[in-house]
């Protein structure tokens, strides 16, 4: 048998509280998500000001995050890379977004789940998103 570990809704909240209050502290809203070791959603927090579409991509964020267990950014890179890359569609996973701002958290190796922040340039998400990785680990 095995056992599959997964974010509790209380590390959910950890992370969102983590991203949102670091959110607030730039005076900008963003969509944040935290997702189980599936990339399913667990929890969702559109701030004020996020713009409707970045619902949707923070969700792909932490999925992709989730289920490849990597930074979404990575995957990106990964099939943007001119010698080696790829089409998305090859994943046969509509799903997906390759931007920055997904990341998966790992405990002993294992990916219980993954956070994700949109609405923000990439690199303030990807900045944010960590934050909720950390706080969702406990740290």
Known sequence: MR?????????????????RAECDKRGKGGVLVVADAH?????LLRMDGAPFSSIN??????????RERKPSREVGEKSRDPERGFPMTNFGELRYVTWGGG??????????????????????DMEIAELGRQAALGF
Request: proline share 4%; hydrophobic share 50%; glycine share 10%.
């Open 3 to 19: 056992q599959l570990l997964t974010l509790s809704h209380q590390d959910a909240q950890n992370a969102l509280e983590a991203m």
């Open 39 to 43: 990339g399913e959603l667990i929890a």
């Open 57 to 66: 991509i923070a969700m792909g964020k932490a999925y992709t995050a989730a």
């Open 103 to 124: 990341l998966p958290v790992f405990v002993e190796g294992q990916v219980i789940g993954a956070v994700a922040v949109s609405g923000l340039p990439e690199q303030e």
